[in-house]
């Protein structure tokens, strides 16, 4: 048993439509028998309860696919499952990614009632003809709506935006900024377009249909980014996530932390007990392997403590918190090795900061964050 509250994430892997840019875990299908899956996701919970001897839960996040298109019902026996494998905290906070779309939206205050007290809303773009060329289903009205619906169902309300969008100039980056903070959400994240290997989008690049925005161009607009959202009270608190003081994201911040999740559904993944767990990817193999065996696990490995504190230093220093490295050597019984004489000549340059045991990465570096961690690594 951990000591420390875990997170559980729970996938659902089905989607309307594959968006161009998604490299997630995401299938479409035209049927889904929901009580199946009900059946199936209690029970890969359940293997891990068992696995993991219970203890403490801080977080829930229901991620995908589009986990807004489950049931409620399914939602809140998920919920009232994990209540009875698991003690939960006083601040526990229960998060489901949803889409703005009007049906998806229609069953917020049922999502509510199920027990999820944050919400995470893929709005993605203000603009019409930017939400068809990213591939999504709603349209700017009707996402801003779902947004302002949100805000009086739930706790907390989060949503996304992608930028450096082909043809986004650092006017319109910054006047959908300006609309984007006037929703008076707490948190936000903002996401830099990447173009992912696999994805449709990478097809198009490679066919010439469009012409990625120059990463000197995307640095200026992260550059505006963090401007905009420090200076409206939702500082930058990770690379792409900017929210209220108390309105991080608490179960990203267990990953980012390098603290003990557990991962059940098609595809998760876990950190726990010392080993890294990885289920089947394909809903249906997901589904046989627990029909065979009772879990989903395609994959259960130990990991050694040097590679453990490898992950930590790389989940941490993506944090404007950073890490600091006598603790972290403390927590994972090993030494946090980073290359010191790499760090003070970054120091010099303006792209991390070493104080006393305190390392963190600054704004500057944050754009070459991959770099810097390859250098002190």
């Known amino acids: 048993m951990t000591t420390s509250p875990l997170a559980?994430?729970?996938?659902?892997?089905?989607?309307?439509?594959?968006?161009?840019?998604?490299?997630?875990?995401?299938?479409?299908?035209?049927?889904?028998?929901?009580?199946?899956w009900r059946d199936a996701l209690l029970a890969d919970m359940a293997h891990e309860a068992a696995r993991t001897g219970g203890g403490a839960l801080g977080s829930i996040f229901f991620g995908g696919g589009t986990p807004s298109l489950?049931?409620?019902?399914?939602?809140?026996?998920?919920?009232?499952?994990?209540?009875?494998?698991?003690?939960?905290?006083?601040?526990m906070e229960i998060t489901m990614e949803a889409n703005p779309n009007s049906a998806e939206a229609a069953r917020f205050a049922d999502v509510a009632a199920a027990g999820v007290n944050r919400v995470s809303i893929g709005l993605q773009a203000l603009h019409d003809n930017t939400l068809k060329f990213l591939g999504r289903a709603h349209g700017?009205?009707?996402?801003?709506?779902?947004?302002?619906?949100?805000?009086?169902?739930?706790?907390?309300?989060?949503?996304?935006?992608?930028?450096?969008?082909?043809?986004?100039?650092?006017?319109?980056?910054?006047?959908?900024?300006?609309r984007a903070l006037a929703m008076g959400t707490g948190h936000l994240s903002l996401y830099q377009l990447t173009i992912e290997?696999?994805?449709?989008?990478?097809?198009?690049?490679?066919?010439?249909d469009f012409i990625?925005?120059?990463?000197?161009?995307?640095?200026?607009?992260?550059?505006?980014?963090?401007?905009?959202?420090?200076?409206?009270?939702?500082?930058?608190?990770?690379?792409?996530?900017?929210?209220?003081?108390?309105?991080?994201?608490?179960?990203?911040?267990?990953?980012?932390?390098?603290?003990?999740?557990?991962?059940?559904?098609?595809?998760?993944?876990?950190?726990?007990?010392g080993s890294a767990t990885r289920r089947h990817r394909k809903p249906e193999n997901w589904?046989?392997?627990?029909?065979?065996?009772?879990?989903?696990?395609?994959?259960?490995?130990?990991?050694?403590?040097?590679?453990?504190?490898t992950e930590a230093l790389m989940m941490g220093l993506r944090l404007a918190e950073g890490v600091h490295?006598?603790?972290?050597?403390?927590?994972?019984?090993?030494?946090?090795?980073v290359d010191r004489k790499a760090a003070a000549r970054m120091q010099a340059q303006g792209l991390v900061r070493l104080e006393g045991e305190r390392l963190t990465v600054t704004p500057e570096g944050?754009?070459?964050?991959?770099?810097?961690?390859?250098?002190?690594?």
């Open 366 to 377: 944050m754009l070459l964050l991959d770099g810097i961690l390859a250098a002190l690594l």
């Open 140 to 178: 700017a009205d009707e996402g801003l709506r779902a947004v302002e619906l949100a805000q009086g169902l739930f706790d907390r309300v989060s949503f996304d935006l992608i930028y450096a969008l082909p043809g986004q100039s650092e006017a319109d980056w910054d006047a959908d900024l300006t």
């Open 8 to 36: 559980l994430y729970v996938h659902w892997p089905f989607c309307v439509s594959k968006c161009p840019y998604c490299d997630f875990n995401s299938h479409v299908r035209e049927q889904v028998d929901q009580q199946a």
């Open 70 to 91: 489950m049931p409620p019902a399914t939602i809140a026996a998920i919920i009232e499952g994990a209540g009875r494998h698991w003690s939960f905290a006083s601040d």
């Open 212 to 273: 990625p925005a120059d990463p000197d161009h995307g640095a200026t607009l992260f550059e505006v980014t963090r401007d905009r959202t420090a200076a409206a009270g939702l500082p930058a608190y990770e690379v792409s996530n900017h929210a209220r003081p108390g309105e991080e994201s608490r179960h990203n911040l267990t990953y980012w932390r390098y603290g003990d999740y557990l991962g059940v559904g098609p595809g998760a993944h876990g950190r726990v007990l």
């Open 287 to 309: 589904m046989a392997a627990l029909a065979a065996q009772g879990h989903g696990i395609e994959e259960e490995l130990p990991l050694p403590a040097d590679e453990r504190m």
């Open 325 to 337: 490295l006598r603790a972290l050597g403390e927590r994972l019984g090993v030494e946090a090795v």
């Open 197 to 208: 290997p696999g994805t449709r989008f990478a097809t198009m690049v490679r066919k010439g």
